[in-house]
């Protein structure tokens, strides 16, 4: 309107509003596309990814311009989920945190990442979207299934439950005598100070591995059972050795955090 004002007037000041204002919109839209040019963000997902369940991924985003840095970031995800990243220096790197949450187990990707910023007035927000080619395997949802200690172990309730009960370990604890302990584990010293038998308790160096069968619940669907065993998994794995039955595929028991990734990476892509 402004420049048909210009035209129909004749007016030399609107026409050096009017370019102005061209000008300036002229020289913001370059400073902002310059901003987002040569921005390269990185996606690094955690060790664990759980359907159903809050992840926290860290964004790296470089800056490959040798002169300019960029200002006010903004890296959006296909849920929504964004940051912002106020500077990300010449050459240099800056992280952000997004938290990811994915509907179900398997290969899930990201798509695309959209990077955009308002720099430098705040008037238009320039886009630039960068495909993410990386995809990440989402673990079986957790569901909590019975649980696969023995003898007083079963019956102990917590979050921290400790190893069973033996012979060859460590000295753990004294207690009182049940009668259901051999007299070598009593210790005579102590309780020929008091009135009472008392014995001593070990752990134990070794526990029974569990072999966890898929095809063993046959009741329950296929996804209840795969969420039960990846339940089972993750919280035995670190303290006892787990195998895993899939059908004609038979992973051997081991111990650790890395073979408990093992055995739910095969979960995860099972029927897939």
Not at 190 to 217: M, N, T, W, Y
Request: glycine content about 12%.
């Amino acid at each position: 309107m402004l420049g048909f004002s210009a035209v129909n007037t004749g007016n030399n000041l609107l026409f050096l509003v009017v370019s102005g204002l061209l000008a300036f919109m002229s020289v913001t839209g370059l400073a902002g596309m310059s901003n987002i040019k040569g921005l390269v963000p990185e996606l690094i997902p955690p060790e664990e990814v759980f359907a159903g369940v809050p992840a926290p991924f860290r964004l790296r985003i470089r800056n490959t311009k040798r002169y300019i840095p960029s200002f006010l970031i903004r890296i959006e995800c296909p849920d929504g989920q964004g940051c912002i990243i106020p500077l990300v220096t010449r050459g240099g790197s800056a992280e952000g945190n997004l938290t990811l949450t994915f509907a179900g187990r398997g290969l899930a990707g990201i798509g695309a990442i959209p990077v955009s910023s308002p720099f430098p007035v705040n008037f238009f927000n320039r886009y630039w979207i960068f495909p993410e080619q990386r995809s990440i395997i989402v673990f079986p949802r957790l569901s909590r299934g019975m649980s696969a200690g023995d003898g007083r172990e079963a019956r102990r309730a917590g979050s921290s439950v400790r190893q069973e009960r033996g012979v060859d370990g460590e000295l753990e604890r004294i207690a009182p005598y049940s009668g259901s302990e051999p007299l070598r584990m009593i210790h005579w010293k102590l309780s020929a100070r008091g009135d009472e038998l008392l014995v001593k308790e070990f752990g134990r160096q070794s526990a029974h591995p569990l072999i966890i069968d898929l095809d063993a619940q046959p009741d329950l669907d296929l996804e209840e059972r795969i969420s039960r065993a990846a339940w089972l998994i993750r919280r035995w794995v670190r303290e006892r050795p787990v195998g895993l039955r899939l059908g004609s595929l038979i992973i051997p028991a081991e111990a650790g955090q890395r073979h408990g990734i093992k055995l739910l990476t095969e979960l995860a892509l099972y029927g897939g």
